[in-house]
């Protein structure tokens, strides 16, 4: 039984040219069958779906608890602020947020509650079933320089020893080997249609050699890997310590330099390593707006036009608003990356649209989306073109293209399908009752921080932290 979703204006390949007039998708079992050429109906303009190749699925917001936007080596005490909450719920909301601005597959990097990692990412794949989104949950596998780079020595001189027995207390972790297996539980507890788990060891320097030869090892089966890279100064400091030859070769040596390794942020990659990353067929997934909020600054869009690396385009559950926004996320990183002037290079629209449309799915399950054409899955997005373009002079493919890059926004978002299924329909959730959800998640959050305010040592922590990281430690 085929359905036709007709629209005002379709838009199958934002990155391969503008939108036309008119048009119909046939969708039958969650794909489109057929691409019909028909006069102009209702209001929507059709786009693909939005990828979300980094996040972490914040429900609970770092602002709301307390964790002002700053550099991330700080940042990271401020996040111990966080309380706890229902995995499920938080996972909920965050995903109910995104799916309102679009998006349709999620790269979500988990940040454990808990030692029940199983437990947890049956709970947020619960959440994205529930919602309707795509998930890859990327499982974290970490054992060192929690409390700092330099392995925490700053922090240790700075507190008193009961308060560092405390922080090391809270940031012990099992064996990597537990949680690898850890890791392998969990997928084999929630892997199924449009459900992937992944491995996520959180950067570089958050786990030692032995463990990125383990990781290695362990994803050497066909597993996907998702790491944070290179996000900060700091890091790139310590990754020249680490390993003068660059990034590349340190995912080299643990044998994670493929075609299914993503890496995030990049903001201090060289052109070198980009394009040895290019060369290795991996994907980065950038997150403009987390680098500005916490202070790392911009990736390099001329290096990355250069070469011809893999990009997606990420929130990190940090969009500039605070407000999960990925069309906004679009526009922002083709403006920052995008070429200035008329003689300084920088990533195309183009390119920018390629990563957010289409590219960055291959972060999820190592396919890129082809757009809306016959036999692709049918995940797309309605914008309404009468709030975007009501004032257009005319209907042209290059007014209508303007309009939309210039305009969209969260707001305008009216349907979202994912596999056919509509999850978004008049601009709210069908299946979530989001307001409900967002006033019980604060409520919880207000409970916990009232029954366990945030422990003493994080404020003097992060205080010794930052006057390391001034030193460059
Ligand atoms: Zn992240």
């Given amino acids: ?20 007039p008119g048009g119909a998708l046939l ?28 996040d972490h699925g914040r429900g609970l917001l770092p602002l709301a608890a307390g964790a002002p936007d700053g550099p991330l080596e700080a940042w990271l005490w401020d996040l111990w602020r966080t309380p706890a909450t229902d995995p499920y719920l938080t996972a909920l909301v965050a995903f109910g947020r995104m799916a309102l601005s679009g998006v349709t597959t999620v790269v979500h990097n988990h940040l454990p509650q808990s030692p029940d990692l199983v437990t947890e990412a049956q709970a947020v794949a619960r959440a994205a079933r529930d919602v309707g989104l795509r998930l890859a949950f ?5 054992d060192r320089n929690l409390a700092g780079y330099d392995g925490g020595a700053a922090v240790e001189a700075a507190l008193a020893a009961p308060d560092w027995q405390a922080i090391r207390a809270a940031q012990a972790q099992p064996p990597v080997a537990e949680q690898i297996a850890l890791v392998r539980e969990a997928a084999r507890a929630i892997d199924g249609p449009g459900i992937v788990t992944q491995f996520g060891p959180p950067g570089p320097q958050w786990l030692s050699q032995d463990g990125w ?3 290695g090892e362990a994803a050497a089966g066909g597993w996907r890997s998702h790491v944070h890279l290179l996000e900060t100064r700091l890091q790139r400091d310590w990754l020249d310590a680490e390993c003068p030859e660059g990034a590349p070769a340190f995912f080299e040596r643990a044998g994670l330099l493929n075609d299914r390794l ?15 990353f290019a060369e290795a067929g991996a994907t980065l997934a950038l997150n403009t707006s987390s680098n500005l909020r916490l202070a790392s600054g911009v990736a390099d869009g001329a290096a990355l036009a250069a070469n011809d690396l893999r990009l997606g385009v990420g929130l990190d559950g940090m969009a500039l608003d605070d407000d999960a926004d990925m069309l906004r996320e679009v526009r922002l990183t083709a403006m920052l990356l995008g070429p200035r002037r008329f003689d300084t290079p920088g990533l195309s629209r183009e390119a920018v649209l390629r990563a957010a449309f289409s590219d960055g799915r291959v972060a999820f399950d190592g396919a890129a989306a082809p757009g809306l ?5 049918a995940d797309m997005v309605g914008l309404s073109l009468s709030a975007l373009a009501g004032d257009r002079v005319d209907d042209a493919p290059e007014t209508l293209a303007a309009l939309a890059l210039g305009r969209w926004r969260r707001e305008a978002v009216r349907e979202v399908r994912v596999a056919g299924r509509r999850i978004v329909a008049d601009g709210r959730l069908t299946a979530v009752d989001l307001p409900a959800a967002e006033a019980e998640l604060t409520a919880q959050a207000r409970a916990a921080r009232a029954e ?10 992060r205080a010794a932290r930052v006057r390391a990281a001034t030193r460059g430690l």
């Fill in 1 to 20: 039984m085929s359905e036709p979703v007709g629209a005002a204006a379709l838009w199958p390949r934002p990155w391969a040219g503008p939108p036309e």
């Fill in 27 to 54: 969708v039958e079992a969650g794909r489109v069958a057929a691409v019909e050429a028909r006069p102009p109906a209702g209001d929507l303009l059709l786009v693909p779906g939005l990828v979300n190749a980094h």
């Fill in 138 to 142: 990327v499982a974290p596998v970490l």
């Fill in 213 to 215: 030869q383990a990781v």
């Fill in 262 to 276: 993503t890496v995030a942020h990049g903001v201090f990659l060289r052109p070198g390593e980009i394009a040895a």
């Fill in 373 to 377: 054409v016959a036999g692709a899955e």
């Fill in 452 to 461: 366990a305010p945030p422990p003493g040592w994080i404020a003097q922590a």
